[in-house]
């Protein structure tokens, strides 16, 4: 159920959360065998008589066969028959009987009787196991050790004896594997940070996660829980910021339960500007926030602090300029207003009006900065697809004429429900677009080049149209080889 906040009289205090995360399966279908699939090509004999008379068996004589080192069309001996190599039984066996023999080798079976631990959580049983692999001298691998640390920095059900062992010997198997110079990897790090996190030493997860930057190994969101998680806990507002800033620099994003302890450390602390940044964080990231995240965003609206802070005049151009620049739906100048938010729960009807407000939701476009990282992705996969050069040219054609307000396939207008290319057709979408567009300006035109030369183009009133288009700068014929799309 949505969470509508708003401030009457004035427009700008008002703001709607969507709570229930919801996801959906897409089932993608399977390709399926072709029954004209291409079939190996082979000579066989064929058992079939020739329908014809034979010849007496008494007077049948058969051919000799002729001998190839005799043959006129050759002075050259038949070469010799080289029959092809048996394959060696023996190599099979072999790489059975290697697998056979890592499988039951000391090291294979720890391995194997550790991953079985894992699947029950069963710690006590792999430091029992552990302890007698180093009483054996057996060498221990990466993944042995990641397995115990695993156990150990996240015992499930286990009791607070348990637990205190799991700690005690977590540190202890890392120090151990330090000294086996057993390279760690982001599991490895990221195992021992929640150990320290589990004793509530966050500086310590965090350093260990710059640790592993340092060394070359990139962080996972996972690896950033135990240090940020820790500082919110603690109320380390700043340290929980600072793991927030690695966090972006290292390129890990932040999903709903690090934007929502983030944001209830800051809505406890009172910090009104950072509850207004995270909250266009999770409005951009999350989109339709959780209940418990939604409750969050209420204690806020509901707060003393939220009541206090904000300006009580603004520039209504920067405003408008501000919704127009981030995509409609939000300006980005921060509180306005001051004063009790007006904060219930309440349900939009089948037009998107708040039935407690009735303000209308309305239609958020992407913004700047995630249209400039579009046309970057975008570019990138063109000139993958296409020749550099041909898109290249594009972009500096549309430099020069651009920018416009629509973009139209002509080849799909011009052949919708058409047995031949209409020009007709295609003039009236355009006709049509320039009259929608703000700025009256003609929408851009894409063809391929040989619809802009031969068949139809040809007709003397479909050639003085494009002669048009041309002219307008809004006509762009894609080169051979290259695709319109």
């Known amino acids: 159920m949505p969470l509508a906040a708003s401030f009457p009289p004035s427009l700008f205090r008002y703001a709607s959360f969507r709570s229930s995360l919801s996801k959906t399966l897409s089932l993608l279908p399977l390709p399926l065998p072709s029954r004209y699939a291409r079939r190996p090509f082979s000579l066989s004999y064929s058992s079939r008589r020739p329908f014809h008379k034979h010849p007496s068996r008494s007077s049948f004589r058969p051919r000799p066969m002729p001998n190839p080192s005799l043959s006129p069309l050759s002075t050259d001996a038949a070469p010799a028959l080289i029959p092809s190599p048996d394959p060696d039984p023996t190599a099979a066996v072999s790489t059975r009987s290697k697998k056979k023999a890592r499988r039951e080798s000391p090291e294979g079976l720890l391995r194997y009787h550790l991953d079985m631990c894992s699947k029950r959580s069963d710690l006590p049983e792999a430091l029992r196991l552990y302890d007698a692999a180093r009483a054996a001298s057996t060498s221990l691998s990466l993944h042995h050790y990641n397995v115990l640390l695993y156990l150990c920095s996240s015992p499930s059900d286990a009791t607070d004896d348990t637990r205190a062992l799991g700690l005690e010997r977590g540190f202890e198997i890392f120090r151990q594997m330090g000294a086996d110079a057993v390279s760690p990897n982001e599991a490895t790090f990221t195992s021992v940070a929640r150990l320290a996190a589990a004793k509530e030493d966050a500086d310590l997860a965090f350093d260990l996660v ?95 602090a939220a009541a206090e802070v904000g300006v009580e005049e603004w520039d209504a151009g920067k405003v408008k300029e501000g919704v127009v620049k981030g995509g409609g739906g939000w300006h980005g100048q921060g509180w306005l207003g001051k004063g009790r938010w007006s904060v219930g729960r309440s349900e939009m ?87 929608m567009s703000p700025s009256k300006k003609m929408p851009l035109i894409i063809l391929h080049c040989r619809r802009v030369k031969g068949g139809p183009a040809d007709n003397p009133n479909n050639k003085k149209l494009l002669e048009t288009w041309q002219k307008a700068g809004a006509l762009y014929a894609t080169p051979p080889g290259s695709n319109d799309d």
């Open 210 to 304: 710059k640790q592993m930057s340092s060394v070359g190994i990139p962080p996972k969101l996972r690896s950033y829980g135990p240090a940020l998680f820790g500082f919110c806990k603690k109320g380390e507002v700043e340290k929980a910021h600072d793991v927030e800033a690695h966090m972006a620099a290292a390129g890990v994003v932040l999903e709903e339960p690090e934007l929502a302890a983030l944001l209830r450390l800051n809505v406890e602390k009172g910090r009104a500007d950072d509850v207004y940044r995270l909250l266009h964080r999770l409005r951009a990231i999350v989109r339709r926030v959780s209940e418990s995240t939604a409750a969050i965003a209420e204690e806020w609206f509901s707060s003393d």
């Open 349 to 435: 009807d089948e037009n998107g009006v708040c039935r407690r407000c009735g303000e209308r939701l309305v239609c958020i476009d992407i913004d700047p900065q995630e249209t400039e990282d579009f046309v970057k992705s975008l570019a990138s996969l063109a000139s993958q697809r296409e020749v550099k050069t041909d898109f290249m040219g594009f972009q500096e054609w549309l430099n020069r004429h651009g920018p416009f307000d629509a973009v139209i396939d002509a080849a799909n207008v011009g052949l919708y429900k058409q047995h031949n290319f209409s020009f007709f057709q295609l003039n009236s979408v355009v006709k049509g677009m320039r009259q």
